[in-house]
């Protein structure tokens, strides 16, 4: 069981910077790949950004590429999300997942594990 806490959302904005951090509980971070997704009002939840376990690759969705970027600290079991160049459509909850199997990673059924999102509001 793994339990993950959001924080670091909140109104900026656009052109502005936000760095979200996930934090999770347990021993076994290191075994599960993770994620960020975003759902923003009456659209579906999104993939953002992913990592692989050791850190050694990411994965980001066109609409963010060049802009956002994911990290981890398997020390400190946290996951981080640096969003720069902020633009209004980015605007959403923002979720952290972890997932023990990398067979599609930017899916949502990939991730058993969810935290309960944290708010970005990016102003025009």
């Known amino acids: 069981q793994v339990q993950l806490v959001e924080s670091g959302g909140g109104l900026v904005q656009a052109g502005g910077s936000l760095r979200l951090s996930c934090a999770a509980s347990?021993?076994?971070?290191?075994?599960?790949?993770m994620g960020w997704f975003r759902q923003a009002p009456g659209k579906e939840r999104e993939f953002v950004v992913a990592i692989n376990r050791s850190g050694s690759s990411t994965y980001s969705a066109d609409s963010v590429k060049g802009r956002f970027t994911i990290s981890r600290d398997n020390a400190k079991n946290t996951v981080y999300l640096q969003m720069n160049s902020l633009k209004p459509e980015d605007t959403a909850v923002y979720y952290c997942?972890?997932?023990?199997?990398?067979?599609?990673?930017?899916?949502?059924?990939?991730?058993?594990?969810w935290g309960q999102g944290t708010q970005v509001t990016v102003s025009s």
């Open positions: 347990g021993r076994t971070f290191s075994s599960y790949h």
């Open positions: 997942a972890a997932g023990p199997l990398a067979s599609d990673i930017k899916a949502k059924g990939a991730y058993d594990y």
